[in-house]
């Protein structure tokens, strides 16, 4: 048989389809299995091989998973909402709606030629009504609940394109869009209280297998810290200033304070400030910043002391400093800090900069070269000279503090309240009224879904307002407490709100009723493995962990966490080993290998070219080298036989088994096929295979080739589809050799090797050695003092 990829690929993508074979059932009697990609962003541009490695790994399980007799859940969708097709809608007046349908279709025109196992009945589209009208009713409970708020802040505002970009659309202080300067500004935002759920979030992560880095990261994205919340006086003034610190015992230490240019007590008490002209021209440097920008480590420090505010420590009286510096924010903690120079570089470098006093509360370095951050005896601190143990020095100080007045002990975490709006069209509408008298005030939930106007402009509004918001026929109600004419709110949700739930309407996509039925949730949750890239695995898995820990305490969802583990896929770099980009145009367009290899090469080689988790770069000789094996596959039909194999090729058919098997859970994909192929040289070398033992093979390989295993499947005169059939298991009995070779030593010399039985008895391997005649020449005319034989390893002969 050839492997006629162009013929038979379409061919079994048809079959399948028609059969419904990938399907799930609910509430099957057998096992379930619910295997979860990240659903992708449909571009104009179509797939990447990067969507294909990604969406490899669970395609592989998934299969394996059906074949091992499991009800599989293996869906697919689109997070169709976001700024891209915005932008593009804007550029050619072509409305979010069309581009969205044109590029699913082709994105799902591409992944079923690529042959990938989705249950295509499950598909869901963020942007469908009847999808986003359940993530509006979650919202609403959130706000029900009391965990939407509204707060004033500043935003990186793009003056050109009229947008609020996120930090990482502005990185530089640049917009990726147009690469105007961008400047910041001060907008009503809404916000979750994500905050609230932080400690259930870490918790969660006791009972979940997600891999060391992936916990690792979130933990330090939620940043939970324990410490002290300590008030500082303000000289002649009835007003303190809140800090927070992990290190309360340092407070003898402070020599000086920093708080956030935007700080309102400067405002305030503007009266007493005798360089404001100083302090606007500074805060006007730091408007034109990002947050990223302000708050990154390695930069010039930059500050301008505040002449006429000056602060007291509470500890020992002293008069200190007060600067206003870019890396405070006010929206971290309390928007202002505490600075002890001796023992955090930051502040060390400041100090140095500014010419500020240096007071040494830790015995240890040379504070003369740099700060010295760790342990020590406390010294220069009154009440805590001499202690020597960090965790007794800081409760030392926590029971003064207390006693005095002046501070409590406390908890804060470096993940903010999640900024949950933008001024663009393409989004969720946000189900909100504002009303004169009655507030803020939810949309009624039997008026859901509030649905996006059909609008031909969508272009932003001025000074960042959303397209919406020129929309009088929108914008315009009736508030539904008091009647009262009211406004709409016109911001839209960012582009996470509809991935933070996906994976439940997956349970149930039809449904009208609810987001998903509970017994459907029930059956199918939690996700069992969830694959994705490292670059999701804090906001993305920690929204939607939140929303899922929401769900569950509303009592709509069956567990408390949503995915049970979790796996990440590496890079697939470009030939050059640089990430692939179009502008360095190292770019590899999957269809263009499915073209010229066909889709089973391409599956083939995405999961042989090393590593999952690593990043790798892609070769195109290895390509071609994938195309030959899976040629040399279809000809093993050209070497049926009927003779039975020999033993040494049974057994390491059962070795492959039980390699093949166990490397697929282990995502050591490379290694699987990798045995594959050594398979294929042993059978090639044998000359012959069977119809039974040829079966065994392709049901191995046809997870990550199922079109040419179908072909040879039915070629054998097999049962049914090849995608259920089952998967082989290993006898432990034939995976060990009927006989093994072993050294034979004459007077501790070995004089040659022998092939003796496995487990061979010693006497019958003495015989075996002493009939050798090379080792028979060895003890000829010598008399035999002492024979030895260590089982299976070597024998001995001691002789003169």
């Not at 619910?34 to 998934?62: N, Q, R």
């Not at 951050?373 to 001499?386: A, H, K, R, Y």
């Not at 017994?519 to 906001?539: I, Q, S």
């Not at 589809?721 to 093994?740: I, M, N, Q, R, Y």
Request: glycine share 8%.
């Amino acid at each position: 048989m050839k492997y006629m990829f162009k013929k038979i690929e379409p061919k079994w993508q048809a079959k399948w389809e028609e059969s419904k074979v990938f399907e799930a059932k609910d509430n099957s009697d057998k096992p379930k299995f619910y295997g979860l990609v990240e659903f992708p962003y449909p571009s104009g541009a179509g797939m990447h091989v990067g969507h294909i490695k990604a969406y490899s790994s669970l395609e592989v399980i998934s299969r394996k998973r059906r074949m091992e007799g499991y009800n599989v859940l293996f869906p697919i969708g689109f997070d169709a909402f976001g700024l891209p097709t915005e932008n593009y809608a804007v550029k050619t007046g072509t409305h979010p709606r069309i581009i969205t349908d044109e590029n699913i279709k082709k994105f799902s025109n591409q992944l079923k030629k690529v042959g990938f196992s989705f249950d295509w009945n499950r598909v869901i589209d963020t942007t469908d009504e009847d999808y986003y009208k359940w993530t509006q009713w979650i919202f609403l409970k959130m706000f029900e609940k009391g965990l939407v708020f509204r707060d004033r802040t500043l935003v990186n505002y793009c003056p050109h394109c009229k947008v609020v970009l996120s930090n990482e659309d502005s990185q530089g202080g640049k917009c990726d869009i147009c690469h105007s300067e961008v400047v910041q500004k001060s907008k009503d935002v809404w916000y979750l209280r994500i905050t609230q759920y932080a400690d259930k979030l870490l918790e969660g992560l006791k009972d979940v297998d997600y891999p060391d880095n992936v916990k690792q990261q979130q933990v330090h994205w939620i940043g939970k810290s324990k410490g002290a919340f300590v008030n500082f006086d303000i000289d002649g003034i009835d007003e303190k200033l809140e800090i927070y610190t992990t290190r309360p015992d340092t407070l003898f230490g402070v020599t000086f304070m920093v708080i956030a240019p935007e700080h309102p007590i400067i405002d305030k008490y503007k009266d007493k400030v005798t360089n404001m002209d100083e302090i606007t021209a500074y805060r006007n440097e730091c408007a034109k910043k990002t947050e990223f920008e302000r708050t990154q480590l390695v930069k010039d420090k930059t500050g301008v002391c505040i002449q006429g505010l000056e602060g007291i420590n509470p500890v020992n009286g002293k008069k200190i400093p007060i600067y206003i510096a870019d890396y405070v924010m006010m929206g971290y903690g309390t928007g202002a800090i505490m600075a002890v120079p001796a023992h955090d570089q930051r502040d060390y470098d400041f100090a140095k900069k500014f010419g500020i006093d240096i007071i040494e509360v830790i015995k240890g370095g040379d504070i003369s070269k740099e700060a010295y951050t760790g342990d020590g005896e406390m010294i220069n601190s009154d009440f805590l000279n001499g202690y020597t143990k960090k965790k007794d020095s800081i409760e030392r100080m926590l029971e003064e503090l207390e006693k005095k007045g002046i501070g409590k002990a406390g908890v804060q975490y470096k993940m903010k309240d999640w900024a949950f709006n933008r001024q663009r069209y393409w989004g969720e509408p946000i189900p909100l009224i504002h009303c004169p008298n009655c507030g803020v005030v939810a949309v009624p939930e039997e008026e859901l879904p509030l649905r996006l106007p059909d609008v031909k402009d969508f272009e932003p509004g001025e000074d960042g307002q959303s397209p919406l918001a020129k929309i009088d026929s929108f914008v315009n109600c009736t508030c539904p407490k008091c009647g009262a004419a009211a406004k709409r709110e016109t911001d839209t949700m960012p582009q996470w709100a509809g991935s933070s739930w996906y994976f439940l309407r997956y349970t149930d996509p039809h449904n009208t009723q609810a987001l998903a039925d509970m017994d459907k949730l029930k059956y199918w949750m939690p996700v069992d493995w969830y694959n994705g890239g490292m670059e999701h695995v804090t906001r993305h898995m920690i929204y939607s962990r939140f929303w899922h820990h929401f769900l569950y305490d509303l009592g709509v969802v069956n567990t408390p966490e949503p995915y049970a583990k979790r796996s990440i896929q590496g890079l697939i770099l470009g030939p050059d080993g640089d990430k692939m980009s179009k502008s360095k145009g190292n770019v590899v367009d999957p269809l263009d290998i499915v073209e010229e290899y066909g889709a089973d090469t391409l599956r083939t080689y995405v999961l042989f070219m090393g590593d999952y988790g690593a990043a790798t770069p892609w070769s195109d000789s290895s390509v071609k080298g994938c195309k030959k094996f899976l040629d040399r596959v279809a000809g093993l039909t050209d070497i049926l036989s009927e003779e039975p194999v020999s033993d040494e090729l049974e057994m390491k058919i059962h070795r492959t088994i039980k390699k093949v098997s166990s490397d697929i859970e282990s995502l050591k994909f490379n290694t699987a096929i990798a045995s594959l192929m050594t398979l294929i040289n042993e059978i090639t070398a044998e000359g012959h295979i069977g119809k039974e033992d040829l079966g065994i093979f392709i049901k191995l390989l046809s997870p990550f080739a199922p079109h040419l295993c179908e072909e040879i499947w039915e070629f054998l005169g097999g049962e049914g589809l090849l995608a259920v059939a089952p998967w082989p298991v290993h006898d432990e009995g034939k995976t060990v050799s009927k006989t093994v070779e072993i050294g034979v030593q004459v007077n501790g010399k070995v004089r040659g090797t022998i092939v003796i039985p496995n487990g061979c008895e010693k006497e019958k391997a003495f015989e075996i050695a002493k009939a050798d005649e090379r080792i028979a020449s060895f003890l000829e005319g010598k008399n035999l003092i002492k024979e030895i034989y260590v089982p299976n390893k070597i024998v001995n002969f001691v002789a003169k």
